[in-house]
């Protein structure tokens, strides 16, 4: 069976220290969709590592990596995370694999997306301007090169027609964007890319299964940023949700089993778009320092606010999450009360339900709240060392979302967290 992991907010909510926990269960790790935008934090012997293109399960020795079909790469920036694993994982490269099918991402497209955010003005998107919109759009619009391009003879005939293409786009913007300075890292990068273990993913995983191994598959932006069901247009380009899996792997339905679904006990987000429980004042503030809400990749400061439970059961609906997981329940040990919206005021009505376009409404956030609690999380080596009013608020999330918490991360390092079940 193929389990699944993944984030059920706008990204952020720790799926790397989580995915990095679980990987001791799997044989196999597959990044599904994204690109390099996404960055997965681990601390592994103290030490802070990113990885944005690789699966998390990189630093358990018996655990093979794919990255997949669904996601987009950028030769550059997967050339130099493999460099910088190599020290602390000598072989990475051995356990490493890239499938065909995966599409590229070419300085033009970086170009694009500068270009294209920049032209947007006020109604910019919050891009993180790595090109992954642009490669997605040459996919969908059957103009992209993939990574089995690469060990074709006419590879660079293909590259040429189709950054000539994108040069007579670029000319509509301005100002110019000097990406030629781009090419030689990139080719360099595809050189080197050639050299690692290219395979028929599908094929690769349809055997990994008949074998008996146990797959994880690795999610990589919020469900919130759903190319169909985020809050669209402030969205990333892919299906971010249960349902990416299988055309992200190239796997059957009838393969998923169980669904970890990934949540902070507060909410973030990086960039424009909607976020009914913003808090644009020193208790949004507090969470940011506190949470140390900066992007792994970008480094930009996240906007911040309280849990939002009407978002949280609507993704959770969407992927058939069966398993529960709150991330950084120990940034709430400062707090009191504690506030979680339990509803929305759509345009004066209350409502459980995720408006059509949360753009396009006035948006209140209904909340119940919680009294702090007297002990902190981030002391607790177990569920049953936690004080009881914060296993009272663990139980009416539950009861809200229907269903149960299984890991609850009260702390950065790899053995806090604490479990349930």
């Given at each position: 069976?193929?389990?699944?992991?993944?984030?059920?907010?706008?990204?952020?909510?720790?799926?790397?220290?989580?995915?990095?926990?679980?990987?001791?269960?799997?044989?196999?790790?597959?990044?599904?969709?994204?690109?390099?935008?996404?960055?997965?934090?681990?601390?592994?012997?103290?030490?802070?590592?990113?990885?944005?293109?690789?699966?998390?399960?990189?630093?358990?020795?018996?655990?093979?990596?794919?990255?997949?079909?669904?996601?987009?790469?950028?030769?550059?920036?997967?050339?130099?995370?493999?460099?910088?694993?190599?020290?602390?994982?000598?072989?990475?490269?051995?356990?490493?694999?890239?499938?065909?099918?995966?599409?590229?991402?070419?300085?033009?497209?970086?170009?694009?997306?500068?270009?294209?955010?920049?032209?947007?003005?006020?109604?910019?998107?919050?891009?993180?301007?790595?090109?992954?919109?642009?490669?997605?759009?040459?996919?969908?619009?059957?103009?992209?090169?993939?990574?089995?391009?690469?060990?074709?003879?006419?590879?660079?005939?293909?590259?040429?027609?189709?950054?000539?293409?994108?040069?007579?786009?670029?000319?509509?913007?301005?100002?110019?964007?000097?990406w030629q300075e781009w090419e030689?890292?990139?080719?360099?990068?595809?050189?080197?890319?050639?050299?690692?273990?290219?395979?028929?993913?599908?094929?690769?995983?349809?055997?990994?299964?008949?074998?008996?191994?146990?797959?994880?598959?690795?999610?990589?932006?919020?469900?919130?940023?759903?190319?169909?069901?985020?809050?669209?247009?402030?969205?990333?380009?892919?299906?971010?949700?249960?349902?990416?899996?299988?055309?992200?792997?190239?796997?059957?339905?009838?393969?998923?089993?169980?669904?970890?679904?990934?949540?902070?006990?507060?909410?973030?987000?990086?960039?424009?778009?909607?976020?009914?429980?913003?808090?644009?004042?020193?208790?949004?503030?507090?969470?940011?320092?506190?949470?140390?809400?900066?992007?792994?990749?970008?480094?930009?400061?996240?906007?911040?606010?309280?849990?939002?439970?009407?978002?949280?059961?609507?993704?959770?609906?969407?992927?058939?999450?069966?398993?529960?997981?709150?991330?950084?329940?120990?940034?709430?040990?400062?707090?009191?009360?504690?506030?979680?919206?339990?509803?929305?005021?759509?345009?004066?009505?209350?409502?459980?339900?995720?408006?059509?376009?949360?753009?396009?409404?006035?948006?209140?956030?209904?909340?119940?709240?919680?009294?702090?609690?007297?002990?902190?999380?981030?002391?607790?080596?177990?569920?049953e060392e936690a004080p009881q009013?914060?296993?009272?608020?663990?139980?009416?999330?539950?009861?809200?979302?229907?269903?149960?918490?299984?890991?609850?991360?009260?702390?950065?390092?790899?053995?806090?967290?604490?479990?349930?079940?």
């Amino acid at each position: 069976m193929i389990d699944v992991l993944l984030g059920l907010q706008w990204g952020d909510e720790g799926k790397g220290k989580i995915v990095d926990y679980l990987a001791g269960k799997y044989d196999v790790i597959a990044r599904f969709q994204g690109g390099p935008n996404a960055g997965h934090t681990l601390y592994v012997d103290g030490k802070k590592v990113v990885l944005r293109t690789i699966p998390s399960g990189v630093f358990h020795t018996h655990c093979l990596n794919l990255i997949g079909n669904g996601v987009v790469i950028d030769p550059g920036s997967l050339k130099g995370e493999i460099e910088q694993l190599i020290p602390l994982v000598p072989d990475v490269l051995d356990r490493l694999f890239i499938a065909h099918k995966a599409h590229l991402i070419l300085p033009t497209h970086r170009a694009l997306d500068a270009a294209s955010e920049a032209a947007k003005g006020e109604d910019k998107i919050g891009s993180t301007l790595k090109g992954i919109g642009p490669a997605y759009m040459d996919k969908t619009g059957r103009n992209g090169l993939r990574i089995g391009d690469i060990m074709g003879k006419d590879f660079r005939k293909k590259y040429d027609k189709l950054t000539q293409k994108h040069v007579e786009i670029l000319k509509q913007y301005g100002p110019k964007i000097d990406w030629q300075e781009w090419e030689t890292p990139f080719f360099e990068a595809i050189d080197y890319l050639r050299s690692l273990q290219i395979v028929n993913a599908e094929y690769w995983l349809d055997t990994k299964l008949k074998d008996g191994k146990r797959i994880l598959a690795e999610g990589a932006q919020g469900s919130m940023l759903d190319i169909d069901y985020g809050t669209y247009p402030f969205v990333t380009s892919s299906n971010t949700i249960a349902a990416g899996v299988c055309n992200g792997l190239g796997v059957a339905p009838s393969t998923i089993g169980e669904v970890y679904g990934i949540t902070k006990a507060y909410c973030t987000r990086v960039g424009s778009g909607p976020f009914p429980t913003e808090l644009d004042d020193e208790t949004g503030e507090e969470l940011r320092r506190i949470g140390n809400e900066f992007g792994a990749v970008t480094g930009r400061s996240r906007r911040c606010g309280w849990i939002d439970l009407v978002a949280l059961k609507y993704t959770v609906m969407l992927s058939g999450v069966t398993k529960l997981i709150i991330t950084k329940a120990d940034v709430l040990d400062s707090f009191s009360p504690v506030k979680a919206a339990i509803a929305y005021l759509a345009d004066g009505k209350e409502t459980k339900e995720l408006p059509y376009d949360l753009c396009d409404v006035d948006i209140a956030p209904v909340y119940q709240e919680f009294a702090g609690w007297d002990k902190p999380i981030s002391t607790c080596t177990t569920y049953e060392e936690a004080p009881q009013i914060f296993k009272d608020y663990c139980r009416f999330v539950e009861n809200y979302l229907e269903t149960k918490i299984a890991y609850i991360s009260n702390g950065t390092g790899r053995e806090q967290l604490l479990i349930i079940s």
